[in-house]
T-cell receptor, first 114, second 113 residues
Framework: KQEVTQIPAALSVPEGENLVLNCSFT??????LQWFRQDPGKGLTSLLL?????REQTSGRLNASLDKSSGRSTLYIAASQPGDSATYLC?????????????FGAGTQVVVTP | ETGVTQSPTHLIKTRGQQVTLRCSSQ?????VSWYQQALGQGPQFIFQ???????GRGNFPPRFSGLQFPNYSSELNVNALELDDSALYLC????????????FGPGTRLTVL
């Protein structure tokens, strides 16, 4: 059974510092891994999707890496801003699952202080 | 291009009642997945509809049911509401099924009293 874990559960950094968010998964038979942002009480905004054959994806200040063999992904956010304050969730879909259902971690709540 | 929309935004029901939540897919998408997110947790997969048929189901009881319409919009129905059904309900649309990127709506906040 796949388990997705995100540590730490919460993180507070001063503005300008780089953010490093971790995601680990127990079963490496993933199809892809997706990072999302969630503002309080709101839906999910997709940030980056990494296919299992890829090592990293980049979009602006965001960079996500994937090490499938060790069951880890890391989301880097450069030069954090107060607007980056949100909960960040990672999710995997499995090659063994034809539905493509996403299995989520519980998220890391990030606060960027001015 | 219109994104995924959900209605209503908020809903309050009492235990034992029934509720219907609605989702309109992103243009061009033929697959809808529904998730339940309890406070402080990650979303949990309820079920998926592909071309109007249930394509997969998570660990939820039969009182959670759904429909997908020819225009690929979808409904989630929950019967005999329980207090633990209080959560944010999210729908996500995609084109096709396995492994394709899913795009989420803003969610419906359901409170059961």
């Amino acid at each position: 059974k796949q388990e997705v874990t995100q540590i730490p559960a919460a993180l507070s950094v001063p503005e300008g510092e780089n953010l490093v968010l971790n995601c680990s998964f127990t079963d490496s038979a993933i199809y892809n891994l997706q990072w999302f942002r969630q503002d309080p009480g709101k839906g999910l905004t997709s940030l980056l999707l990494i296919q299992s054959s890829q090592r990293e994806q980049t979009s602006g200040r965001l960079n996500a890496s994937l090490d499938k063999s060790s069951g880890r992904s890391t989301l880097y956010i450069a030069a954090s801003q107060p607007g980056d304050s949100a909960t960040y969730l990672c999710a995997v879909s499995m090659t063994t699952d034809s539905w493509g259902k996403l299995q989520f971690g519980a998220g890391t709540q990030v606060v960027v202080t001015p | 291009e219109t994104g995924v929309t959900q209605s209503p935004t908020h809903l309050i029901k009492t235990r034992g009642q029934q509720v219907t939540l609605r989702c309109s897919s992103q243009s061009g998408h033929n697959t809808v997945s529904w998730y339940q997110q309890a406070l402080g947790q990650g979303p949990q997969f309820i079920f998926q509809y592909y071309r109007e048929e249930e394509n997969g189901r998570g660990n939820f009881p039969p009182r959670f049911s759904g429909l997908q319409f020819p225009n690929y919009s979808s409904e989630l129905n929950v019967n005999a509401l329980e207090l633990d059904d209080s959560a944010l309900y999210l729908c996500a649309s995609s084109f096709g099924t396995s492994g394709n990127e899913q795009f989420f709506g803003p969610g419906t906040r359901l409170t059961v009293l």
